[in-house]
């Protein structure tokens, strides 16, 4: 193997990973964004679940229904 063909060999492999790592990057945003959206409706849940912010986390103080 000639100096030549082994420099464009490794050329070759280097523009592959230089495609392989633009990929993984595109991914791993795509994944912190998911994360976010996720991580913000969660939020929101728990809000809804401790009745609009109370800070100890208790129910609203509401008369039965039977009432």
Do not use: C, F, W
């Not at 595109?26 to 409706?41: F, G, I, N, P, Y």
């Amino acid at each position: 193997m000639t100096d030549a063909e082994r420099l464009t060999r490794l050329e070759e492999r280097y523009a592959h990973v230089q495609r392989h790592q633009a990929q993984q990057d595109k991914a791993m945003l795509e994944l912190s964004d998911a994360v976010a959206k996720l991580s913000k409706e969660i939020a929101q849940l728990r809000g809804q679940v401790t009745g609009g912010g109370n800070e100890a986390g208790e129910l609203p103080d509401e008369r039965p229904p039977h009432y």
